[in-house]
């Protein structure tokens, strides 16, 4: 008779729920704990031991909470997401431009320009303006127009580009040359050529390309550590910016 009422007292605390042989009792919907106690999910999808639980296409959280894309690729610890080829975007979000010469296409001021031999962007063929960047990867093509002040005549002028592997343009121009993108930045790039003109002589030049009408601190330091690192003397760095634009050319964002 006792045992008949404790079933009943049972039955009365847990409806028609009877418990489990280890004591535990499962929830109103039938589901059954797992052992460390934890619940499947109403679809039946279990959560981690870490009580963290999967997405409704199975797809788990990182351990620090961030969600994979659908595809599976994962967030970096500073959210920024990798591009679906699997390559890393820059911190400032931005794709890293070998890979996307298409951000080389637009207006552009020449800011800054370096060379090892200083007389060609003094007073020769690379004492120019970049005016206009037209990037066509379908047919593997970039045109540069841009204007050249020698012996204070301006005079405008337009070179077709090739890109070729690793992403470097080849450009007929005053020689050969081999052009490729080193930094960028939001406003900015800074781009490396290497010309061997007609003598068979070899120059190397940066030049500091930007949205804006002069270059920054910022822009200063970058230019001078790459300059460094091509052997390219300090006192060979023109600031285009503050020379006479040829043409006038005053359109621009100023740096805040």
Not at 33 to 55: C, N
Not at 71 to 99: F, T
Request: hydrophobic letters at 35%.
């Amino acid at each position: 008779m006792k045992i008949l009422l404790l079933l009943l007292g049972v039955v009365l605390v847990c409806g028609s729920r009877l418990p489990l042989p280890d004591s535990r009792l499962p929830p109103p919907d039938s589901r059954l704990p797992l052992p460390d106690g934890r619940l499947p999910l109403p679809d039946s999808r279990l959560p981690l031991p870490d009580g963290r639980l999967p997405l409704p296409d199975g797809r788990l959280p990182l351990p620090d909470g961030r969600l994979p894309l659908p595809d599976g690729r994962l967030p970096l610890p500073d959210g920024r997401l990798p591009l679906p080829e699997g390559r890393l975007p820059l911190p400032d979000s931005h794709p890293p431009l070998q890979d996307n010469l298409t951000q080389l296409s637009g207006e552009w001021n020449t800011l800054l320009v370096a060379a090892t031999n200083v007389d060609k962007i003094s007073n020769g063929p690379f004492h120019g303006y970049i005016c206009k960047v037209d990037v066509d990867v379908t047919n593997g093509t970039v045109v540069f127009n841009f204007s050249v002040m020698m012996n204070g005549l301006c005079t405008e002028k337009s070179a077709v580009g090739t890109i070729g592997r690793d992403k470097i343009i080849n450009i007929g121009y005053a020689g050969q040359n081999n052009f490729k993108i080193l930094h960028y930045t939001l406003h900015s790039i800074i781009v490396h050529n290497v010309n061997v003109d007609s003598e068979g002589t070899t120059t190397e030049i940066l030049g500091l390309l930007g949205k804006r009408l002069h270059p920054d601190d910022n822009d200063f330091a970058k230019f001078r550590e790459l300059m460094r690192e091509n052997n390219i003397p300090e006192e060979n760095l023109i600031d285009m910016s503050k020379t006479e634009k040829c043409p006038k050319k005053e359109k621009g964002t100023n740096p805040s």
